[in-house]
């Protein structure tokens, strides 16, 4: 849409906006819309509550439109008291029940800086949300948290060792504005990253690792080994593993179907029983398989040859007298060959194949 940076003027400059129509909306989301919607209304200075109608069912669409019909109709005459309840009817039509009191809950209680964000990001967008309060249902006055409540907010929502500082320099808040207390923790943010932090910085011998200050106990507990984790722990983690399922490496901490290192040495055999196994045609692995059974087969009647013939020369030399040496001689001759073509028959016998004549 092309808005009027003023209004009140007819030749005034004009600037392109752009909104999404709504079909359906968080509540963050409803309340943007909302406020998008008020910008178009000045820009292109709608007047009259029935061009205000019009334009809010030209960017409503589906479910949003039809309770925004509804609620109109129900209300009757279309002036600008009833195009307000209209309007706050659809916001509470996207808000969940008791959204005020949850959402004041939770930033008491729960809200915490990340350790991404700076604390000035962290603070605007705590007056962001609490600026927001003011449009949930039930739509009444002073629904916004004082400044009291938002400078407890974010002490409480700093890191620890910021609030030691306020305790070491008897910095005290309740007499600090907002401003000055944001300004404190930028300082000690600021000096943070010139020097490094002043806790628990220090790399730990043992497992190499940094132990931030901000890190939690289940981090910490986690870094460290498993002989070093107390008895608790590992009594837990024992209930979680049947007998006869715990990993043989590490014992109870996990079952053995979740031990990454098993897990890993397992792919690398697998792999390398895929390549060994591509090395090879089948028809390749069969020849080469049958031409070393032939050749261990003659190796071993050749070896019972020897023995044969090593047997033979012994009879020859304990025989006595010429003719008997010359018969034994002839004997032994004869017997040789025998003996070798018997080792012939003997290694054409282990190769017969019994088959049928037809064949």
């Known amino acids: 849409m092309d808005l009027k940076s003023n209004p009140n003027e007819k030749d005034s400059k004009t600037y392109s906006f752009s909104i999404g129509l709504l079909y ?35 960017l409503l669409r589906g479910d949003a439109l039809r309770v925004f019909d509804q609620g109109a109709k129900t209300l009757g005459e279309e002036n600008a008291e009833n195009f307000t309840k209209v309007t706050n009817k659809l916001i509470e039509y996207f808000f969940p029940p008791n959204a005020l009191v949850t959402q004041k809950r939770y930033m008491r209680r729960f809200m915490r800086k990340s350790r991404g964000m700076t604390i000035r990001e962290f603070y605007v967008r705590t007056l962001e949300i609490n600026n927001r309060c003011a449009k949930f249902p039930p739509f009444k006055k ?51 990253q010139i020097y490094g932090s002043s806790g628990k910085n220090k790399t730990d011998e043992k497992t190499g690792q940094k132990a931030t200050e901000g890190d939690s106990l289940e981090k910490r507990g986690a870094n460290q080994p498993a002989h070093r984790r107390s008895s608790s722990s590992r009594r837990k983690k024992r209930k979680f593993v049947a007998e006869g399922e715990e990993c043989p490496i590490h014992g109870y901490d996990h079952p053995m179907g979740e031990c990454k290192i098993l897990m890993d040495q397992g792919r690398k055999m697998r792999a390398a029983w895929l390549a060994r196994k591509r090395d ?10 049958d031409d070393k059974r032939d050749k261990d087969r003659k190796n071993h009647f050749k070896s019972n040859k020897q023995e044969i013939n090593e047997i033979a020369e012994k009879k020859k030399s304990s025989s006595t007298g010429s003719d008997t040496n010359s018969d034994n001689h002839e004997r032994s001759e004869a017997s040789s060959s025998d003996d070798s073509s018997l080792g012939d028959d003997l290694y054409n016998f282990e190769r017969l194949n019994l088959r049928n004549k037809n064949e």
């Open 24 to 58: 359906k909306a968080t509540p963050e989301e409803i309340l943007k819309f909302m406020d998008n919607f008020d910008m178009i209304v000045r820009g292109q200075d709608i007047k009259g509550p029935a061009n205000k109608y019009g334009m809010m069912r030209n």
């Open 142 to 192: 002073n629904q916004k948290m004082q400044d009291d409540e938002i400078k407890e907010i974010i002490e409480f929502a700093a890191p620890q060792s910021w609030q030691r500082e306020l305790l070491k320099q008897g910095v005290e808040v309740t007499t600090k504005s907002l401003e000055e207390l944001v300004d404190f923790f930028e300082r000690l943010e600021t000096s943070e």
């Open 280 to 289: 090879y045609t089948p028809k390749g692995y069969r020849k080469y398989r």
